[in-house]
Structure formats: C-alpha cells, structure tokens
C-alpha cells in the first residue's frame, strides 16, 4: 500500500508561528553486500593467495607466446621448466640447494647465537647497553656487502668469507629486534612481578622474555630473509657450487632459463624459511591475541 505524502505548506498563517522547514531526502537503506564477501571467504585461503604467482605467470607466458620477451631476454615458462627438470634429473640443482642450504644453516647459527647474546647483555642490563649498544649501532649502519673484500683477505676464499657474510647480515636483524623487545616489555608488568615475589632471574624468565619473544620472531624473520640475499652475494666470492655457483655458469652463457630456475629456488626456500617462522609464531605466542584481518 502506497501513502501520499502532501507536500509541506511553506506558507505561515498569520499570526502564527513558521512552518518547520522541509524534510531532506528520504534516507536509503544499505543493504551491506554479505553474499559476495561470504563466497570469497568460502574459497581456501591458500587459493587465494595463489592468485597473484598464478596471474603473473600467465602474464609471462602470454608475452613470450606473443614475442614481446625474446628468448635472450627472458625464457619462456615452458623453457624454465624444463631446464629445471634437466638440472633436478641430472641431480646438479639437488646439490647445489644442499651446499648452499648448509651455508645458510651455519652463518644462521652463528650470527644468531652472537645477536641474541648481545641483545640480552645490552637490554638486560644499563652497563651491558653501554658497553655495546653503542658500537652495534655504529656497524650496522656499514654496508656489509662492502665488507666483501676485507672478508676475502681475512678469511680467504673458501667457506668462512661465505659463512661470514650471512653471519653478520643475520647478527644485526635479531640484535635490534630483540633488544627492542627487551626494553618495549610493559614496566606495570615488571612491577607486577616484583610484587608477587619474582627476584631479577625471574622476572626476565617469566615477564622479559616471553614479552620480548614477539620481538625475536620478527628479527628472525628478517634475519633468514637477509641470510638469502646474503648467500647471493657470498656464493659470487669464488664459490665452486651452490645455487649462486649455477647463477655465474647461466650468466657467463646466457642461459636465462637457468638463472630464472635459480631465481625461483631462492623464493620458494624463501617462502619455506618464513613458514617456519609462522608455524613458530603460531607455537610460542598462542598467549598472544592478534588481529588477523576481515
């Protein structure tokens, strides 16, 4: 049923008081669209996020297929592919992954373990951070790949350089962010401990640690990232295998396709080093709620 509504009278009688003034627009209701959003939601997550790799390797393929990227400027998908075949049947990509894996896992550990000791000695205690904090701020800011040379008179040409470089890439990443942690841990919550009885190792094993883990899972994840680019650059110092070794061989031939093999090893060791990172964050921080989008 329809109800007319009579246009207000804008005329005032005489004598008395003026009309109200008209009413806007009618108001329109929004329906927020449930349905649409309700059916991305329905898709795997892991599907989603295939998206975008999928949509630019298409792209790829229809640019080579239609002779924009030339085969000496970029091989195609199906080249790649089937280099990378080559390279995993003859076991060539198997063992450089392997050496080059070993180098990330040692110069990790080392660097590692000397960020972590520095971080707590600076943040733990107001000597430690001026004895150290001082001097770790003033070499990160040294571009450590110019460190190269001074790696290869030192340490020679062999594992330590390579080792080396990865080291201190990763050392600098979990010192900040760890010491950051350390010093961003809630005074109320210290004072919280203290009164109920916590001496000082207590309070850094029950309040300052587990405040600052998320801190450390961050440096991590920065660090593994650096470990990667680190070993590109440590494997050009006269590396005799490794993936990096491989890059040099495709680059002095202009195996493009191989290069690209490499490339895509490199990111997918990459994205498995940041799922550990995950599965650790999911582990150690389940006390921690975070805000995971809509």
């Not at 329906?31 to 999928?54: A, Q």
């Not at 680019?229 to 191989?258: H, K, P, W, Y």
Request: hydrophobic fraction near 50%; include cysteine.
């Amino acid at each position: 049923m329809t109800v007319d509504h009579a246009p207000p009278d804008t005329t005032a009688p005489s004598g008395g008081l003026a009309p109200a003034p008209p009413a806007g627009p009618p108001l329109e209701i929004v329906v927020p669209l449930t349905s649409r959003g309700g059916r991305l939601r329905s898709v795997p997550r892991w599907l989603r996020r295939t998206v975008g790799p999928v949509t630019l390797l298409v792209l790829w393929q229809v640019l080579s297929a239609s002779g924009v990227l030339s085969p000496d400027t970029l091989a195609s998908p199906g080249t790649v592919a089937r280099a990378g075949a080559d390279l995993v049947g003859d076991g060539t990509l198997p063992s450089a992954m392997g050496i080059s894996l070993q180098r990330v896992a040692v110069g990790l550990l080392i660097g590692g373990a000397a960020g972590i000791v520095l971080a707590l000695a600076s943040g733990l205690s107001r000597l430690g951070e001026d004895l150290i904090d001082a001097t770790v701020q003033m070499l990160r800011t040294v571009p450590w790949v110019g460190l190269i040379p001074l790696f290869i008179i030192w340490l020679g040409i062999g594992e330590a350089p390579k080792v080396a470089l990865i080291a201190l890439g990763v050392a600098f990443h979990l010192y900040l962010n760890v010491y950051a942690g350390i010093r961003g841990v809630d005074a109320q919550l210290v004072e919280a401990g203290q009164a109920l009885g916590l001496g000082r190792w207590g309070l850094v094993r029950h309040v300052v640690l587990p405040g600052a883990l998320p801190g450390a899972m961050t440096g991590l994840r920065y660090s593994l990232a650096t470990a990667w680019l680190a070993l590109v650059f440590g494997e050009s110092i006269n590396a005799d295998a490794g993936i990096g070794f491989l890059m040099n061989q495709a680059r002095e031939f202009f195996r493009t396709d191989v290069i690209v093999v490499c490339l895509v090893v490199y990111a997918f060791l990459g994205l498995l080093a940041d799922a550990v990172v995950r599965t650790l964050e999911r582990l150690l921080l389940q006390w921690r709620p975070t805000f995971t989008g809509q």
